[in-house]
């Protein structure tokens, strides 16, 4: 594993394996009987792949040295005093392997015939059962079993698997021994026999046998002693099966007690095993979530006192396994840095009087002196720091570990410094790590650390020490110093360089970086500054990027397996040359910040009348004389393979600084710089690289060095004013300039601050002013392009500035030669009175002719201005907010109505008309009232003699006077221009027919608001106008007698705009017959309407719109009110049907004349369908509808009236109207409805249970909360029962007495609502629809 950065390095842990301690001697006895059968069951799935990490086992040579010691004495070989012969001993031993005694009845399947000597399964089991043989011979039949399941295990577990019993016998007789055997070298093979035997087998039911008989032994009193083998065989098990952990925690989990008493108990090498069993199990992260609570509760406690008070190294390297499990878990982490104490042992308390006793027991390891504990202890403090650095490292820091981690740094072992680093890179996330100064104290063991690793051959392990030095130099506070003398900025300096110098790339490339770290103030002003060490790290640095082999790019070889090595290592140079610009680029911001710092810029130390070449301006010279001779070269010759943004950004950025570097050498600087064609490089990045806004770091590098660069120049430049032709020379190159800044500008690359080109800009309109010179159009045109981009950062122009402009502009005849189409170039003109009196209408011409109004015309313009839809929108968008600034502009543009094109006319107002909708300032209204009427008769008298082709003003120019009366949203007295354009209106309305909708539709609507929006005296004149106005009146007939055109003929229904123009003037007619009742006004033509075909109207059609039968109903409800007789308008009754016959006629249709009980059913039952659509606007109109015609018949036939309301379908309705409302009875229309009902006495419908629910409804409600609608519609219902008309109880009665006098007032302030609002382009007067 090769880690990289911090993250990356705490993966690349070492890790340790636990000790397997070794069991104690102890007394049992063998007893045993070989049986056979056969039945395999269940799986272990492929265990044995997964003994990685197991603990450690002998190897073959130390097995053949054991099994020459084990032999019996008669069968051991002499070595000293002679050897017998190699037959003697190959029978001695094949009789050991095939017992002679048990042999002849064992089945022939047995018997293994392998080299050197044959072996009988059957022999060695029955042998190990055998009390009479000794220790030595079951030792050596154990060794060969484990060195036959290890090479034959091919041959041997197929043959044990053919018989179940067998395996189960052999397995039971092995733990058997297992508990009675002391030796402890027979006791590690009984145990790796039983592990092989169990993997290999792959069956489960052995593993769980295996589990149960361990936890009966562990059960037993005084078990614990002798518990030593069963933990050994359990971490073994662990070791081998990767299920045993899941197997372990779901099954057999009552184990776990066991465990903790394990670790009570006093012998380190029980607690050595059982660490290392809680170490396995809580190595699977399914297991180690299910054992979170057991560990919080009894281990926590338990284990970190078994880790305080070990003594022996295999239970410390044990218990620091297990530590190390547990802290790749991050709520594990949090139990252990917090430990609450639970299941401690209470004979040592003194452990938890630390908020977290972890830290100090990392101190005590570190303080060993062992290699291996000190590498765990580093570990371990690293698994806890990477899950949170800053939650966790005060802990460390507090207990002072910092510094036992640099005195640690002394030494030669790799593993270890590798820890450490990775512990300190952690810290380094820490601020507290900075401000107690143990940085300052480990810098010098960190930089002998470095020495000596830099001539050792792990990279990894260098390139991790650079980085730490890199993150302690970058993130060391400035008020500390980290050098506190210049011996150790000179190690530091002698280390760094002989890392930049190391043949490998990638730690010359973390050295690079350290040095871009290095090169900070704080670092290096110790005093004295030492500018000739920093001089040695800056040449270094790009000595080592000159040695670099720039591989060029063979295309042909793209695709092959070498590309792509050639790329990565291409992409690594490019990486390191970056990494080295940035280190030169602090290098020059260092000299820079220097330049006002006295202590770095002279040396104190130097002795007087000496000359001292280790100051500021040496190494401020050196820089711009090795920028020139290493850095732009390196880089161009890089570039000339690839250009790369990100390095083309660092480079720029530096020429940028160097500028500044020397100041009085920064002339010179950029002459060489351009007369290298930088300019030309820099156009050309910000042109590839820099468009649609990508690369903003390189663009913003580009743009400051254009502008330093040109300022230099032009500086260069102004000693230029000896002749005529010197001063021809600078005018050229200030046009140049401007036309510069005008495409980088246009492009939307502001590489210079606004304020600093007004200010630029001003000074030369003021130097053309005094010389009186006139810049050509395509110069002036970028002038006031560059004025109009910067005004809105600066303050206002001069009356200087101002008259130059002018002059220029005057001389000008074609405004279009300088005109840009930009919203800040109209907001320029705009903004000055200067300019808008003189230039402001061809100004806006020009605006006008170039945008494109397609797509404002449409219905969703104001959605989509909203969104940006497009830049022809947003330049509409930006012109309405202009306007609603500047009102006065609002005449020049009703000007171009009149002397524009009908192009710009049209547009103009378009863009009125927007601007109406948005603004609400009545006096603007005002304003454009007296201009529209003298465009209006402008317009008539052009048109007068073909009125019918109106042109495409004129319908804009109608809806315009429409909105700019909607803005007044109360009554208002009409005066003389108000009569006039009522007048010109109404005139033109009656010379168009009825399919002129463009133009009658905005009239119709302007004529309704003339009606309903007055006061009472206008609204007298207004009535007496439109009542003189005999074709209007004809105009009207015309139009409501398309109403029911498609209802009789064959052709389609009637365009949205008809429909639209139908409701206008329904509504126009119920107003003028309501009006012409009240002031009796002479009415010189009758609108007559056929009954039938009026009421056949109201019959509900999806495709019909609400406003439609809203406009039909408010009529009838003016016409009723009047008692159907008006001076204005009568209904036709057809006294014959559609075949001649004579249509009869009763006495209650005598009574109802004009109209019929055919008549009113029908218009009863089609109320209904409308009340039950569920519109609120539609509801109010058809309840007042109903109230009136009611009324109407009651007055005419009361038995009529009583029998409508009586009928069935009327508990109907209501009961629709309530579900609608969730049952509520307190909504205007219900109420209302309900007052209807029991003011004509219709007990059928309204019963006293629901008028008690109604009541008790109102009583629970919070009145004053009510709105006024229905708090006159309450009271209202109230009234009639108080009337008498409906029978209700004392109580009921005493509650609609309560409830009258609680009722608030209805003129109480609320809300202001509209008056007139348009709905789907008609006009509709609320207080019309409610009255």
């Known amino acids: 594993m090769e880690p990289s950065g911090i993250a990356s390095s705490i993966k690349a842990f070492n890790e340790f394996d636990p000790v397997v301690v070794l069991s104690q001697p102890r007394d049992g006895s063998i007893a045993g009987q070989f049986k056979s059968a056969k039945t395999p069951d269940g799986s272990l799935g492929s265990a044995t792949d997964s003994a990685a990490g197991a603990a450690p086992s002998d190897g073959d040579a130390r097995q053949a040295l054991r099994l020459r010691k084990l032999l019996p004495p008669n069968l051991s070989p002499v070595s000293e005093r002679g050897k017998e012969s190699r037959e003697g001993m190959e029978a001695a031993v094949a009789e050991l392997l095939v017992c002679e005694r048990f042999h002849p009845r064992h089945d022939p399947r047995w018997l293994l015939e392998l080299p050197p000597s044959p072996l009988c399964l059957a022999c060695a089991i029955e042998t190990l059962q055998d009390g009479g043989a000794s220790l030595v011979r079951k030792k050596h039949v154990l060794s060969c079993l484990r060195d036959v399941l290890i090479r034959h295990a091919t041959l041997v577990m197929p043959l044990l698997a053919q018989d179940e019993r067998v395996c189960a016998h052999f397995i039971a007789t092995l733990f058997e021994i297992l508990q009675t055997v002391e030796d402890g070298s027979v006791l590690d093979l009984l145990i790796e026999v039983l592990v092989l035997l169990v993997v290999g087998l792959k069956l489960e039911r052995y593993l769980h046998y295996l589990l149960d008989e361990c936890q009966k032994e562990l059960c037993k009193v005084a078990a614990t002693r002798s518990s030593l083998p069963m933990f050994i065989l359990l971490g073994k098990l662990a070791d081998s099966i990767p299920i045993f952990a899941d197997v372990w925690v779901v099954e057999h989990s009552n184990m776990m007690e066991h465990l903790a008493t394990g670790l009570m108990y006093p012998n380190e090498s029980i607690k050595a095993a059982v660490c290392y069993l809680y170490g396995k199990l809580y190595?699977?992260?399914?297991?180690?979530?299910?054992?979170?609570?057991?560990?919080?509760?009894?281990?926590?406690?338990?284990?970190?006192?078994?880790?305080?008070?070990?003594?022996?190294?295999?239970?410390?390297?044990?218990?620091?396994?297990?530590?190390?499990?547990?802290?790749?878990?991050?709520?594990?982490?949090?139990?252990?840095?917090?430990?609450?104490?639970?299941?401690?042992?209470?004979?040592?308390?003194?452990?938890?009087?630390?908020?977290?006793?972890?830290?100090?027991?990392?101190?005590?390891?570190?303080?060993?002196?062992?290699?291996?504990?000190?590498?765990?202890?580093?570990?371990?403090?690293?698994?806890?720091?990477?899950?949170?650095?800053?939650?966790?490292?005060?802990?460390?820091?507090?207990a002072d570990i910092p510094?036992?981690?640099?005195?640690?740094?002394?030494?030669?072992?790799?593993?270890?410094?590798?820890?450490?680093?990775?512990?300190?890179?952690?810290?380094?996330?820490?601020?507290?790590?900075?401000?107690?100064?143990?940085?300052?104290?480990?810098?010098?063991?960190?930089?002998?650390?470095?020495?000596?690793?830099?001539?050792?051959?792990?990279?990894?392990?260098?390139?991790?020490?650079?980085?730490?030095?890199?993150?302690?130099?970058?993130?060391?506070?400035?008020?500390?110093?980290?050098?506190?003398?210049?011996?150790?900025?000179?190690?530091?300096?002698?280390?760094?360089?002989?890392?930049?110098?190391?043949?490998?790339?990638?730690v010359a490339a973390e050295a690079v970086k350290a040095v871009a770290a290095i090169l900070r103030k704080d670092h290096v002003t110790i005093p004295p500054v030492l500018y000739k060490e920093l001089q040695k790290l800056v040449e270094g640095v790009l000595k080592r990027c000159s040695d670099l082999p720039l591989p060029i790019l063979n295309r042909r070889l793209m695709g092959q397996p070498g590309s792509r090595h050639q790329n990565k290592t291409v992409s690594q140079q490019g990486q390191f040359l970056q990494s080295a610009l940035e280190s030169f680029r602090n290098a020059c911001r260092l000299a820079v910040e220097s330049q006002n710092d006295p202590v770095a810029q002279e040396n104190s130390f130097t002795a007087p009348n000496s000359e001292n070449e280790d100051t500021l301006k040496s190494f401020s010279e050196f820089l711009l004389r090795i920028s020139d001779s290493l850095c732009i070269p390196i880089v161009m010759k890089f570039s000339e393979r690839a250009v790369h943004p990100a390095l083309m950004e660092v480079l720029i950025s530096i020429l940028n600084i160097l500028f500044s570097v020397m100041p009085d050498s920064c002339k010179r600087f950029s002459m060489k710089l351009a007369s290298s064609s930088f300019i030309q490089l820099n156009l050309e990045l910000k042109a590839k690289f820099c468009t649609a806004q990508s690369n903003p770091g390189l663009n913003h590098a580009c743009s400051s060095f254009l502008h330093s660069i040109c300022l230099n120049l032009h500086s260069s430049s102004k000693k230029l004013e000896d002749s005529s032709q010197e001063d021809e020379t600078l005018r050229s190159h200030q046009y140049s300039l401007l036309l510069l800044f005008y495409f980088a500008f246009s492009q939307g690359d502001k590489f210079v601050p606004e304020t600093e080109l007004f200010s630029a800009i001003r000074s030369f309109l003021l130097s053309i002013q005094d010389q009186g010179d006139?810049?050509?159009?395509?110069?002036?045109?970028?002038?006031?392009?560059?004025?109009?981009?910067?005004?809105?950062?600066?303050?206002?122009?001069?009356?200087?500035?101002?008259?130059?402009?002018?002059?220029?502009?005057?001389?000008?005849?074609?405004?279009?030669?300088?005109?840009?189409?930009?919203?800040?170039?109209?907001?320029?003109?705009?903004?000055?009175?200067?300019?808008?009196?003189?230039?402001?209408?061809?100004?806006?011409?020009?605006?006008?002719?170039?945008?494109?109004?397609?797509?404002?015309?449409?219905?969703?313009?104001?959605?989509?201005?909203?969104?940006?839809?497009?830049?022809?929108?947003?330049?509409?968008?930006?012109?309405?907010?202009?306007?609603?600034?500047?009102?006065?502009?609002?005449?020049?543009?009703?000007?171009?109505?009149?002397?524009?094109?009908?192009?710009?006319?049209?547009?103009?107002?378009?863009?009125?008309?927007?601007?109406?909708?948005?603004?609400?300032?009545?006096?603007?209204?005002?304003?454009?009232?007296s201009q529209f009427l003298q465009i209006l008769q402008n317009l008539l008298v052009e048109n007068n003699s073909s009125i019918l082709q109106v042109n495409q003003a004129q319908p804009l120019l109608l809806n315009l006077l429409f909105l700019v009366q909607l803005r007044h949203a109360t009554e208002r007295e009409l005066d003389s221009t108000d009569f006039r354009?009522?007048?010109?209106?109404?005139?033109?309305?009656?010379?168009?027919?009825?399919?002129?909708?463009?133009?009658?539709?905005?009239?119709?609507?302007?004529?309704?608001?003339?009606?309903?929006?007055?006061?009472?005296?206008?609204?007298?004149?207004?009535?007496?106008?439109?009542?003189?106005?005999?074709?209007?009146?004809?105009?009207?007939?015309?139009?409501?007698?398309?109403?029911?055109?498609?209802?009789?003929?064959?052709?389609?229904?009637?365009?949205?705009?008809?429909?639209?123009?139908?409701?206008?003037?329904?509504?126009?007619?119920?107003?003028?017959?309501?009006?012409?009742?009240?002031?009796?006004?002479?009415?010189?033509?009758?609108?007559?309407?056929?009954?039938?075909?009026?009421?056949?109207?109201?019959?509900?059609?999806?495709?019909?719109?609400?406003?439609?039968?809203?406009?039909?109903?408010?009529?009838?409800?003016?016409?009723?009110?009047?008692?159907?007789?008006?001076?204005?308008?009568?209904?036709?009754?057809?006294?014959?049907?559609?075949?001649?016959?004579?249509?009869?006629?009763?006495?209650?249709?005598?009574?109802?004349?004009?109209?019929?009980?055919?008549?009113?059913?029908?218009?009863?039952?089609?109320?209904?369908?409308?009340?039950?659509?569920?519109?609120?606007?539609?509801?109010?109109?058809?309840?007042?509808?109903?109230?009136?015609?009611?009324?109407?018949?009651y007055s005419r036939n009361p038995i009529t009236a009583s029998h409508i309301v009586s009928q069935p379908w009327n508990k109907f309705l209501l009961i629709s109207l309530l579900d609608s409302v969730d049952n509520s009875f307190l909504h205007p229309e219900i109420l209302r409805l309900v007052a209807l009902f029991i003011r004509f006495q219709s007990t059928r419908i309204i019963s006293p249970i629901e008028i008690g629910r109604i009541l008790e409804e109102a009583a629970s409600t919070k009145l004053p909360e009510l709105s006024d609608v229905t708090v006159s519609a309450l009271r209202s219902f109230l009234v009639q029962l108080q009337s008498g008309k409906c029978q209700v109880d004392s109580t009921q009665a005493a509650s609609v007495q309560t409830l009258l006098e609680s009722l608030p007032s209805t003129s109480r302030s609320q809300p202001t609502f509209p008056g007139m609002i348009c709905l789907g382009g008609v006009a509709v007067s609320l207080s019309h629809i409610r009255d």
């Open 283 to 398: 190595s699977v992260p399914s297991a180690a979530e299910r054992l979170f609570v057991h560990f919080t509760e009894r281990l926590c406690g338990l284990f970190l006192t078994t880790l305080k008070n070990s003594q022996t190294k295999e239970l410390q390297v044990n218990c620091m396994g297990l530590l190390k499990q547990l802290l790749k878990y991050d709520k594990f982490v949090s139990v252990i840095m917090s430990n609450s104490g639970k299941g401690a042992d209470s004979a040592s308390p003194e452990l938890f009087e630390q908020e977290s006793p972890l830290p100090l027991m990392i101190k005590k390891l570190l303080l060993s002196r062992d290699e291996v504990l000190q590498v765990a202890s580093a570990q371990c403090m690293a698994a806890v720091l990477v899950h949170s650095p800053t939650t966790y490292g005060p802990a460390f820091i507090s």
């Open 403 to 506: 510094e036992f981690l640099f005195e640690c740094l002394f030494c030669m072992s790799e593993i270890l410094i590798w820890s450490i680093y990775c512990c300190l890179l952690l810290l380094t996330e820490e601020q507290l790590f900075f401000s107690k100064c143990h940085t300052v104290y480990g810098i010098e063991p960190v930089l002998r650390s470095l020495k000596e690793i830099l001539h050792l051959n792990n990279v990894e392990l260098q390139k991790q020490g650079l980085l730490l030095f890199t993150e302690i130099l970058k993130w060391q506070p400035a008020e500390i110093k980290l050098f506190t003398n210049t011996s150790v900025f000179k190690d530091a300096v002698s280390v760094l360089l002989e890392a930049l110098n190391c043949p490998v790339l990638e």
């Open 774 to 929: 006139c810049p050509p159009p395509y110069v002036f045109k970028a002038v006031l392009y560059l004025l109009a981009i910067c005004q809105d950062k600066t303050e206002a122009l001069d009356l200087a500035s101002l008259s130059a402009i002018r002059r220029i502009l005057d001389s000008i005849s074609d405004l279009s030669l300088v005109y840009v189409h930009h919203p800040l170039l109209l907001n320029f003109f705009l903004r000055y009175p200067e300019f808008m009196g003189r230039f402001g209408h061809r100004i806006l011409h020009l605006w006008l002719s170039c945008e494109d109004y397609s797509h404002t015309e449409s219905e969703d313009t104001d959605k989509r201005l909203s969104a940006g839809f497009s830049d022809s929108l947003n330049n509409f968008n930006s012109l309405l907010c202009m306007l609603k600034g500047n009102p006065s502009t609002l005449l020049v543009l009703l000007d171009l109505v009149c002397v524009g094109t009908n192009e710009v006319a049209h547009k103009v107002l378009i863009t009125l008309k927007a601007f109406l909708k948005i603004d609400e300032n009545v006096h603007v209204c005002d304003l454009l009232r």
């Open 981 to 1193: 354009l009522l007048h010109l209106v109404s005139n033109l309305s009656g010379k168009c027919s009825p399919t002129d909708h463009e133009i009658l539709h905005p009239s119709l609507n302007y004529l309704y608001w003339s009606l309903q929006q007055t006061t009472p005296a206008s609204q007298k004149t207004v009535v007496a106008m439109l009542f003189s106005n005999t074709p209007l009146l004809e105009l009207l007939e015309k139009i409501i007698h398309l109403t029911w055109l498609p209802a009789c003929s064959s052709e389609p229904a009637l365009p949205s705009s008809s429909e639209a123009l139908l409701c206008s003037a329904w509504l126009l007619i119920s107003s003028l017959l309501t009006q012409q009742h009240i002031y009796n006004t002479e009415v010189d033509h009758i609108i007559c309407l056929d009954v039938d075909q009026v009421f056949s109207a109201l019959a509900f059609k999806r495709k019909k719109p609400t406003l439609f039968f809203v406009s039909i109903l408010q009529f009838l409800r003016a016409f009723f009110r009047q008692n159907l007789c008006s001076s204005f308008v009568k209904f036709a009754v057809r006294s014959t049907d559609e075949h001649g016959n004579k249509l009869p006629q009763s006495k209650e249709d005598a009574s109802l004349c004009p109209v019929a009980m055919r008549h009113v059913v029908p218009l009863v039952i089609r109320l209904q369908n409308l009340l039950l659509q569920k519109d609120l606007l539609l509801s109010q109109t058809v309840i007042g509808c109903l109230e009136v015609l009611l009324e109407y018949l």
